[in-house]
């Protein structure tokens, strides 16, 4: 895979194996500038193993990883100023309040003090949690902790974030601003990693995203791409008027050697779904032998598939897919 | 009884832990070793009764000594882990009864310690097959080392019931620990001028029973029946025949607590007030209720300070500015107090107070050396290894610190309090020095000696937690083990004065060179210890070991700080 010019993170070939673990592989994909990149995968995945790997924690056992051009493994030095990390879990000090916490840290990067009290303001301020600049943060909720840890990554002002599971065990009303945090951190020019198991929470806020199972990445690019890739057949939905037409809906549906996959579960409401593998003028002349069967149709709708579906489908699918890697989607607009 | 799934459950899995592996190796190792140094190499007929007496006994304090070391670590945290866990709730959950839960905890923690004891029988008992110990004796002592295991668990099990954090239980265990061990046992020594010789019968009584409850005193007076440590009052049994009842009864009134306390659970730790901050300059009556306002509003981190010392200071529980001025002021006024009580009491004072100046000098250098051993590991063992059960240490991990500043911080969090209560004494000692105006250069020599003992020995314990906090993943086990090692160190010295003429003055110089008490008192005048010399090699000893420990704390944290 070529190397996008504009990407700040790069991966190529990136792998982890704990002694018979495999816990990544292959793992090559390009990230640019000021996207917000949605990593997804079920617990275990290797979404973590790859975080770490690119906060400069964890070696690789084979292939490289720069972020800014600066190998993750030779330079991690430089890395350290470069990244802002936040675990799955983070510890607190007890008896520290907010400012102090970010004072240490602040501290821990070298920054100045003059510039360190600035700092503190600025990621209060970004994060809005200038109201707990004096609470311990030892008390605070799950949800202020997280954003304080955020707050932490911002301190020493790096271009990119790693975030490990953000918006775990928040509520609806916090996973919401969590969503807007990482969106006003994007628009502001930093790079944003961003691994979850909860996908509705990425799929509304990405700019692009990879899924990975089983230590291997099986899509990654623009969300709507990713989707159209991974939705080789439509899903439709069927509905008739009259439920005891339903019998020779599914006759007449199932005679299309483009159909698969019926599922009348819903047929007491005279609803069939299927797949069906074909364009938009083969489901036309689809939709034409169901009228001229004499089936009274209300609707034939296409499904949209949702990032969880793709999710699901691809983890469903996983032993079917080679071991080659994953091809980008293209999207002109995201290089 | 055994069909209680947590029985099996925790005697199990406390079997199967490494700690348990390489408690059991260790002491093995050290009772194979006191065997094989102490058998005569003459061949084992020429063994006499009193030669064969003297490796019982040695084997005998040895096992007793090692199980008191353990006893702690073993229990003290049974319960305070689940509850830092929160596996508690969850197993009060299940159909199972409290009491059967508490039953199998207790099991579970007192197991190991039983099977220590008698992996140790079979060398107790092969003495006995070589003749010159009565097989009454062997089995008192395995029957009062069995009693003291439990005994001494349960007291750890009780302090681990009341407590919500690790190595708080560790560190209340191993102090009541040192009070029922040595402190019971104190009444019979003649440190204490034989206070059982003093008073009426039912003054004896009392004091019998008192130094009975000592598991300590219970093994000497077996083994060392004639000595002068192990002698009880009048018209009493021996010590031993008083423990069994006692340590029964106090296992039994230990258990039900336990048992009580368990039932109820036990709320975290408060939270503290939460908004309030005192901004810098306003004074109100804390201030001077505190000393220093824990809520005042705390400087920004300059340039030239290390993070991680101001980190500590403002974050671990013992070393906030607040406590740890008030511990030293404490500490300023009792030993200064102390000096004058003991100054106006003696009556011998007016006439020949001079003379009793060297003592005194030695009592206070004792003392501030025992303060410094008894405080250290509380403060020192979790130094590193909070940081990493906090999950704090992989974010430090990411910034820019290295790892001979982080060992640096880490190191001056623990010297600085454990310097500044050590020096708390000295006024004690400088007061003395007022009282004797003609020797003064001579007892100022000796006051600077003691000052470098103390010195040397804040270096090494601050070093030690350090060290082992690097080593070891949890605060607990940390504390545990920089105990351990410097009671050992103690408690060498401990067996040797019991019986000096057993032992070579090889071997009895070794013991009170690694012990920074004897040095200590050595350095401050005291006759019986000047023969042997200990400051100079006892200095160097320690600056060798401390920098090894401190070498060994850096690369460590080097290799902690490195990728997976």
């Known amino acids: 895979m070529s190397r996008n010019n504009d990407s700040v993170v790069h991966c190529d070939r990136l792998t982890k194996i704990y002694d018979e673990i495999v816990a990544l592989e292959d793992l090559s994909l390009d990230i640019p500038a000021g996207h917000i990149f949605g990593y997804i995968g079920h617990n275990g995945a290797g979404k973590t193993t790859t975080i770490r790997i690119l906060a400069g924690l964890l070696e690789a056992t084979r292939g490289s990883a720069t972020i800014c051009g600066v190998d993750v493994g030779s330079g991690r030095d430089r890395i350290k100023s470069m990244v802002g990390y936040m675990p799955d879990s983070f510890g607190v000090y007890d008896q520290m309040r907010v400012w102090e916490y970010l004072d240490f840290f602040g501290a821990a990067f070298k920054i100045p003090r003059a510039r360190r009290r600035d700092r503190i303001d600025h990621v209060l ?41 953000p918006a775990n065990g928040l509520d609806p009303n916090a996973r919401v601003q969590m969503r807007k945090l990482l969106r006003r951190l994007a628009d502001g020019g930093k790079t944003l990693i961003v691994s979850s198991h909860i996908l509705p929470e990425l799929a509304a806020v990405c700019d692009s995203v990879g899924i990975i199972h089983e230590g291997h990445l099986r899509a990654w690019g623009p969300l709507h791409k990713v989707l159209s890739e991974i939705q080789r057949d439509r899903l439709m939905e069927l509905k008739v008027i009259d439920p005891a037409q339903m019998p020779q809906a599914h006759k007449t549906v199932t005679q299309d050697d483009r159909v698969s996959q019926t599922d009348e579960s819903d047929k007491a409401e005279g609803v069939l779904r299927f797949r069906f593998k074909g364009d938009d003028s083969a489901l036309s002349r689809l939709l034409q032998s169901a009228v001229s069967a004499g089936i009274g149709v209300v609707t034939l709708r296409e499904i949209p598939l949702s990032l969880e579906d793709a999710y699901m489908a691809i983890s469903g699918i996983s032993s079917e897919v080679p071991d080659s890697g994953p091809q980008p989607a293209e999207d002109s607009s995201a290089s | 009884m055994i069909a209680n799934p947590i029985i099996r459950k925790e005697v199990l899995s406390s079997l199967r832990t490494r700690k ?18 102490n058998w005569p ?49 969850s197993l009060f959950a299940t159909p199972l009864r409290p009491w059967e839960i508490a039953v199998g905890k207790m099991a579970g923690s007192l197991a190991f310690l039983v099977l220590l004891v008698l992996s140790g029988v079979p060398a107790l008992a092969m003495l006995f097959l070589m003749g010159g110990i009565p097989g009454q004796m062997v089995l008192a002592v395995v029957g009062v080392l069995l009693l003291a295991a439990v005994y001494l668990g349960m007291i750890g099990l009780l302090v681990s019931s009341l407590m919500y954090r690790s190595y708080r239980a560790i560190i209340v265990t191993y102090a009541v620990l040192l009070v029922v061990c040595f402190l019971f046992a104190l009444p019979a020594w003649p440190v204490s001028k034989n206070l059982l010789r003093e008073g009426g019968p039912a003054w004896q009584a009392v004091f019998h029973l008192v130094a009975s409850l000592s598991p300590l005193e219970a093994i000497l007076s077996i083994v060392l029946d004639k000595s002068l440590y192990a002698a009880g009052a009048e018209g009493m049994p021996p010590f031993w025949q008083t423990f069994i009842p006692l340590s029964v009864g106090a296992i039994v009134v230990t258990s039900v607590a336990c048992l009580i306390k368990l039932h109820r659970p036990i709320a975290p730790p408060r939270p503290r007030e939460k908004l309030r901050v005192v901004e810098r300059g306003k004074i109100s009556a804390r201030t001077f209720l505190f000393v220093i306002d824990p809520r005042k509003r705390k400087r920004m981190i300059r340039w030239w300070q290390n993070p991680i010392l101001i980190k500590e ?13 008030r511990a030293v002021g404490i500490c300023l006024i009792v030993s200064v107090l102390l000096m004058l009580l003991v100054a106006l009491s003696v009556s011998q004072w007016v006439a020949e107070g001079a003379r009793m100046i060297p003592d005194m000098i030695t009592a206070v250098s004792a003392l501030a050396i025992v303060l410094v051993l008894l405080v250290g590991p509380a403060i020192t063992g979790g130094a590193i290894c909070s940081d990493r059960e906090s999950g704090v240490w992989e974010l430090v991990r990411t910034t820019r610190l290295s790892s001979l500043r982080i060992v640096s911080g880490k190191f001056q969090s623990s010297i600085i309090p454990l310097l500044l209560l050590a020096l708390a004494t000295a006024p004690a000692l400088l007061v003395t020095l007022y009282f004797d105006s003609e020797h003064l250069s001579e007892h100022w020599a000796n006051v600077v000696r ?85 400051l100079i090699p006892h200095l160097k000893l320690m600056c060798v070991v401390t920098l090894s420990m401190l070498a060994v704390a850096v690369v460590r944290v080097f290799q902690l700080r490195r990728p997976d």
């Open chain 1, 125 to 165: 301020d970004i994060t809005e949690a200038e109201y707990m600049r004096d609470r311990f943060v030892d008390t605070l909720s799950h949800g202020m902790k997280q954003r304080v840890g955020i707050a932490r990554t911002l301190m020493h002002d790096p271009q990119v974030l790693l975030l490990d599971e």
């Open chain 2, 20 to 37: 348990a592996v390489l408690m059991q190796v260790m002491f093995l190792l050290v009772v194979a070793l006191l065997i094989w140094r």
């Open chain 2, 41 to 89: 190499a003459e061949g084992l007929q020429d063994i006499g009764s009193q030669q064969a007496r003297r490796i019982f006994s040695i084997l005998a304090i040895g096992q007793f000594a090692m199980i008191a070391l353990f006893a702690p670590a073993f229990t003290a945290a049974s319960l305070t882990s689940e509850r830092e866990r929160n596996t508690m709730e």
């Open chain 2, 313 to 325: 200071f403002r974050t671990r529980p013992m070393l906030q500015a607040q406590w740890l001025l």
């Open chain 2, 450 to 534: 003691v000052l470098a003992v103390m010195g040397m020995t804040v270096a090494f314990v601050s070093t030690a937690g350090v060290f082992f906090s690097s080593i070891f993943s949890r605060t607990s086990a940390a504390t545990a083990a920089t105990y351990a090692l410097l009671i050992a160190m103690g408690l060498g010295s401990m067996m040797v004065l019991l019986d000096r003429e057993g032992f070579s003055e090889r071997l009895v110089r070794t013991v009170f060179l690694l012990n920074p008490i004897a040095v200590a008192m050595d350095a401050s005048g005291a006759t019986a210890l000047r023969k042997y010399g200990l």
